[in-house]
């Protein structure tokens, strides 16, 4: 993923494989569903720490892969 927007939409699918609404998915994080809204739709000013609430919030992690082949899992 290079993009916020790519981001997003990953972020759309897991909600929707996890059968949420947009207004379900923001009610069990704890945000608006607007925030949910920029977030799925790769608005580059969304807050870290609410992309970490949504993750949890599916169950998810997020991990991070460095070219050379190190990760870091959160």
Sequence with gaps: MRTTREFGMA??????????????LAEKAGVSP????????????????LVLECFDALGATLQITHRDGGAWQF
């Design 34 to 49: 607007r925030c949910l809204f920029n977030l799925e739709k790769g608005k580059p000013n969304v807050d870290f720490p």
């Design 11 to 24: 972020v759309r699918r897991m909600r929707e494989e996890a059968g949420l609404s947009r207004e379900e």
